[in-house]
């Protein structure tokens, strides 16, 4: 590992991480080659902490396999990742979000991964239910929806 840079969540949490980690960041990569000075710390008012340490592990540990552990290994790990860090909702879209904005473009897809996994085979009406999106379709506008694509609600025998 290289050097460690110093980052700033939006909580005011500090935290180290090896620069060649903060790296898998395309937006924090960017801002190191114009900085200055890369001594300082870098606040990251739009990350909260918790998700910004799940960040920094998940690109420590993509930093360090590389080259070094299996395509197997790596998945296997980030399966185990992704469902630990992921197990609260708001998180997982937190993270989402977050990830998108620093441009760490492996665990954004794994991200969105596990989001698909989680609503494959629901209805709307359990999708609205999880995730606390409002009903707020007409019922003609609902049943000409239903009438042009019943056949994705047919189940199969």
Same mark, same amino acid.
């Given at each position: 590992?290289?050097?460690?840079?110093?980052?700033?969540?939006?909580?005011?949490?500090?935290?180290?991480?090896?620069?060649?980690?903060?790296?898998?960041?395309?937006?924090?990569?960017?801002?190191?080659?114009?900085?200055?000075?890369?001594?300082?710390?870098?606040?990251?008012?739009?990350? *909260?902490?918790?998700?910004?340490?799940? =960040?920094?592990?998940?690109?420590?540990? *993509?930093?360090?396999?590389?080259?070094?552990?299996?395509?197997?290994?790596?998945?296997?790990?980030?399966?185990?990742?992704?469902?630990?860090?992921?197990?609260?909702?708001?998180? *997982?879209?937190?993270?989402?979000?977050?990830?998108?904005?620093?441009?760490?473009?492996?665990?954004?897809?794994?991200?969105?991964?596990?989001?698909?996994?989680?609503? *494959?085979?629901?209805?709307?009406?359990?999708?609205?239910?999880?995730?606390? =999106?409002?009903?707020?379709?007409?019922?003609?506008?609902?049943?000409? =929806?239903?009438?042009?694509?019943?056949?994705?609600?047919?189940?199969?025998?």
């Amino acid at each position: 590992m290289s050097e460690t840079l110093t980052l700033v969540s939006a909580d005011g949490k500090t935290l180290t991480a090896p620069k060649d980690a903060i790296m898998r960041s395309a937006m924090l990569k960017n801002l190191l080659e114009v900085a200055a000075n890369s001594d300082e710390q870098i606040p990251l008012d739009f990350v *909260h902490s918790e998700d910004l340490e799940n =960040i920094i592990e998940y690109c420590k540990y *993509h930093v360090e396999a590389e080259g070094k552990a299996s395509e197997g290994d790596i998945s296997k790990w980030d399966g185990e990742f992704i469902n630990r860090v992921t197990q609260d909702d708001q998180k *997982h879209l937190r993270l989402i979000q977050t990830t998108d904005q620093l441009q760490i473009e492996g665990l954004f897809k794994l991200l969105v991964q596990g989001i698909v996994r989680k609503l *494959h085979n629901k209805t709307p009406e359990q999708i609205r239910e999880k995730w606390n =999106i409002p009903d707020d379709l007409p019922k003609e506008k609902k049943d000409e =929806i239903f009438n042009t694509t019943n056949w994705l609600y047919k189940k199969s025998q």
